[in-house]
């Protein structure tokens, strides 16, 4: 089996090593992993990042992508993937195609990358499996690291939006169902024991009715660029404020990372934004604490968010999820005027139960597991020669 790996030669988030992370942690094991198992593998690595040449065995065959390959194949040295994920399809591309098929092999049987629009591998490689990865909805702790592991695409262009309608409707395997309330029980049990806040920090007087949580965003990702209306995370709070119930508090938290940071509140600005909206609740402490949001699900009544991750882990409790501007978690919004209905704990279920067994293993599995591995990319890419549609083609456990 012929196998790419392809990693973006340009500087996602205006950082040039952006990628170094999942590299190092996560493609390279991967390819390693293939290449002991007999597979034949190319590896692309950017200009920025041939300092990770040592993390690939031997017998995977590096392929250097210069400063001027970059250039040359995708015009400029800026990143593209906003426009690639809105306006890709359809287009030749014929710069790309030319440049990169004078540097890749003529066939590949499968292409592994992180994160990042390739409409032009689609078609230098149409029959090729693509799978999509990047971090799962549950990856970060105290939740087991689950990824990405998609056939289709991401966002707008994954399973989960695609095929929503039939996610929500399908009847999981009894195995499938017992694994899935399994998980919910513990995750919440986690999530519990650890919980850091009290209910009443964010409603000391017993004020608001109602409490949302807002977690913003990184404003440069691609995927919000192009399917949302806002420039960036100051605007999304603004419409959410002077929109939201004066009785209902907005719970806020922000996206920091050790590599990306997108802030808007702090010392200054909170006080100000509080004249106006009262109903503002953000706290220092959530700035400290990783991964935040997850701890605040269980103490509010409904999640306000664009496409954040933690949308999918509200399922998990189930709180109300609303869905501002049309991304790939609008189809999943609560449609019941309340999210602890019986109906909507049963979809909440089936959607998780696709999630779990279907279309985000764990990246243990994916990344040090050489038999899981490689029978999943030979089932998967058995039903894309297929023609397997729908759910069938989104399946991702061997």
């Not at 009847?171 to 519990?192: D, G």
Request: charged share 20%; hydrophobic share 40%.
């Amino acid at each position: 089996m012929k196998v790419l790996f392809w990693v973006p030669p340009w500087a996602a988030h205006g950082d040039p090593v952006f990628y170094r992370n999942c590299l190092k942690k996560h493609l390279a094991p991967q390819a390693n992993l293939l290449a002991s198992s007999g597979w034949l593998v190319d590896f692309v690595l950017p200009e920025f990042l041939k300092s990770e040449r040592d993390s690939l065995d031997h017998s995977v065959n590096p392929i250097e992508f210069g400063i001027q390959d970059q250039i040359t194949a995708f015009g400029s040295l800026s990143d593209p993937s906003a426009e690639l994920y809105l306006n890709g399809k359809g287009k030749t591309h014929d710069k790309a195609v030319a440049h990169l098929s004078a540097m890749l092999a003529d066939k590949y049987e499968v292409i592994l990358l992180w994160e990042s629009p390739v409409p032009f591998l689609e078609l230098m490689y149409p029959e090729a499996l693509i799978v999509h990865q990047m971090p799962g909805a549950f990856s970060r702790a105290p939740y087991p690291h689950t990824v990405i592991f998609d056939p289709i695409g991401l966002y707008k262009q994954g399973s989960l939006y695609l095929h929503a309608e039939e996610i929500q409707n399908f009847s999981p395997k009894i195995e499938h169902l017992a694994i899935t309330r399994e998980f919910v029980n513990r995750a919440r049990n986690a999530i519990n024991t650890l919980q850091p806040f009290e209910k009443k920090s964010l409603n000391e007087e017993g004020k608001f009715e109602h409490l949302v949580l807002l977690p913003l965003q990184v404003s440069a990702h691609y995927a919000f660029q192009a399917d949302t209306k806002y420039r960036n995370q100051t605007e999304f709070l603004l419409d959410v404020l002077s929109k939201v119930n004066p009785q209902t508090g907005v719970v806020v938290t922000q996206y920091r990372t050790p590599r990306v940071s997108d802030t808007v509140l702090n010392k200054d600005i909170f006080p100000i934004l509080k004249k106006t909206y009262p109903n503002l609740v953000y706290l220092e402490e959530f700035d400290r604490i990783s991964s935040v949001s997850q701890y605040l699900l269980p103490l509010v009544d409904e999640l306000i968010t664009c496409s954040s991750s933690v949308g999918l882990q509200a399922l998990a409790w189930p709180r109300k999820l609303t869905v501002h501007e049309p991304t790939f978690l609008q189809p999943l919004a609560t449609p019941f005027a309340s999210a602890e209905s019986h109906d909507e704990f049963e979809r909440s279920v089936r959607i998780l139960s696709f999630i779990l067994n279907h279309n985000q293993p764990l990246a243990s599995s994916v990344v040090s597991d050489p038999r899981f591995l490689t029978k999943l990319l030979l089932e998967m890419l058995k039903r894309k020669r297929a023609g397997a549609k729908g759910m069938d083609e989104s399946l991702s456990k061997p």
